[in-house]
């Protein structure tokens, strides 16, 4: 498990522990506007627990809770593979009340800092589909361009849908 924790009053960023993962499933479950998410098992205890897990006994794997004060608003969930100088991002979410306050995309260019700095990592990778118009936009306002697509890769109940990989190369400019 990777550590990227970081704090800016009054945003913390904070690796998740396994006391955590009840109240993530609360927050989730909560918000109305996660009706968008493809896999709608993914927000289950259940599978929370289990991506836990499997960060906790990955040397590579980050899992994050973002707190703005002290409430629980989002999490973030990637890999960082330094052998080829990649992070994968699989998971970004910010509480809908949140959002559009310049929260995710303060806390995206922290963790870039952070994958460029400690790790070596200048590719990034995200993926999502082409209906979730709004994650697009977001990932493409931060540099992200699409890679390719992967045709019936989700299940959204009786359908099949593609997902889209986006990547970016990431330049840090120092001043």
Do not use: Q
């Amino acid at each position: 498990m990777l550590n990227l924790s970081f704090n800016y009053y009054p945003i913390y960023v904070k690796n998740i522990l396994a006391s955590d993962i009840e109240k993530i499933s609360m927050m989730l479950n909560s918000d109305d506007s996660i009706a968008c998410i493809i896999e709608s098992d993914s927000i289950s205890t259940d599978k929370l627990r289990l991506r836990f897990l499997e960060y906790y006994i990955s040397d590579d794997d980050f899992f994050l809770k973002v707190l703005y004060r002290s409430e629980i608003i989002g999490l973030i969930k990637g890999r960082v593979c330094t052998e080829n100088s990649t992070a994968w991002i699989s998971s970004f979410y910010i509480k809908n009340n949140h959002r559009r306050r310049g929260i995710a995309k303060f806390i995206y260019h922290e963790i870039e800092s952070i994958v460029f700095n400690k790790y070596g990592i200048s590719n990034m990778y995200v993926s999502t589909t082409p209906y979730n118009h709004n994650e697009l936009l977001f990932w493409n306002n931060l540099g992200y361009r699409v890679n390719r697509v992967v045709n019936d890769f989700y299940e959204y109940y009786d359908r099949k849908l593609p997902m889209v990989m986006l990547n970016k190369k990431i330049n840090i400019i120092l001043y």
